[in-house]
């Protein structure tokens, strides 16, 4: 009986190890959805901790990365979406994410810094504005490196639906950082 114990103890200690390989994706994705990082951190909290209860409905050798981050968006929905607590772009604050500044830049200096702050600033900007069924797969397929299959599977919806929306959210951006974008070209057709 002790045996047993200490052998399923190893086992959630080895699975909680191989889950927080992929704290970093799920703070971006929690941020991105809750728009906050206090928000963010607990829905990831809440995340490992819902996952860590529930490491034996977990399939070794499937995607945990899907798998946590299916978690953390049905999370999102449970807490956000049923109290019906939408937040509209106006009303989010200018709080960003520190994320990218964390990245090690492979030629820092203070140009490359900023440039990398300005872009990281836009696109989170851009991301905010769009609604969230455009958001979800931008963060799941653009930014978390899941397959149009995977990204269905996590948001449970067909395949096809995941192409429309990206489609749709993707020329939103476009339009959201066009300004931006046009004004870099504009600069570079200067020098």
Partial sequence: MAGERKAAGAEQDAFAREAMVHLDHLY???FHLAKHQDEAQELVQETFVRALA??????????????LT????NLFFDRYHQRKRWISAEDVTEQESDYWERLPAENPGPESYVLQRELSTQITHGLRRIP????????LVDMGDFSYDE???????????IRSRLSRGRKLMQQYLRPYIGSEQERSKRK
């Fill in 151 to 161: 990204a269905a599977e996590i948001l449970s919806c067909p395949i096809g639906t």
């Fill in 54 to 67: 529930a490491c034996d409905q977990f399939n070794p050798g499937t995607n945990m990365k899907a798998w």
């Fill in 70 to 73: 299916k978690i953390l968006h």
């Fill in 132 to 139: 969230e069924e455009f958001r979800a797969p931008i963060l």
């Fill in 28 to 30: 971006r994705v929690g």
